[in-house]
């Protein structure tokens, strides 16, 4: 499964705010310019995790966003389902009953197609290791892997 950039611009949004654990707002233009992002598509991408519940936004010149839960409460499903939609990946077209398949009896098709089972069972699977996983948990990951980078992001959204 293929997500758009837009998913990892949204985790790293996130994760900063995370990391500067204040109720500041941070304006899309910082967040553009600490990622070298285009500003217009990241804040498609910060609106859509308004919509979804997981930031909040304040308008005008000191506005921008601030995280709506605690990281602890926003999972990594809850970013792709903002940024990507809640559509499965997989969609059968049932095509098991065109050519050779056509003129089967109905029996054989009164059970899921086997292929459309094995697909969402995989996408299920996926979808729950999504879930199970936090911004916290990924603060924390990426805090043992870079100890110094929550500094430097603090430093450089003038939060010493």
């Known amino acids: 499964m ?88 997989f969609r059968c077209a049932d095509i098991r009953r065109r050519g050779p398949g056509a003129t089967a009896p109905a029996r054989e098709y009164a059970e899921p197609c086997a292929i459309d089972s094995a697909m969402r069972r995989a996408e299920l699977a996926w979808r729950r290791e999504l879930a199970a996983q936090t911004i916290a948990d990924i603060r924390a990951a990426a805090d043992a892997h870079a100890p110094n980078a929550a500094e430097r ?3 450089w959204h003038g939060r010493d």
């Open 2 to 89: 293929r997500m758009s950039e837009g998913v990892e611009w949204a985790l790293h949004s996130l994760l900063t705010l995370a990391w500067l654990g204040d109720d500041q707002p941070v304006p899309t233009a910082r967040f553009a310019s600490g990622h070298d992002l285009p500003k217009a598509y990241l804040n498609k991408q910060l609106q859509a995790l308004v919509r979804a519940g997981l930031l909040t936004s304040t308008p005008g010149a000191r506005g921008g966003y601030v995280l709506a839960r605690p990281p602890e409460k926003i999972t990594l499903m809850d970013v792709v389902t903002a940024i990507e939609g809640s559509e499965r990946a």
């Open 153 to 155: 992001v603090r430093r």
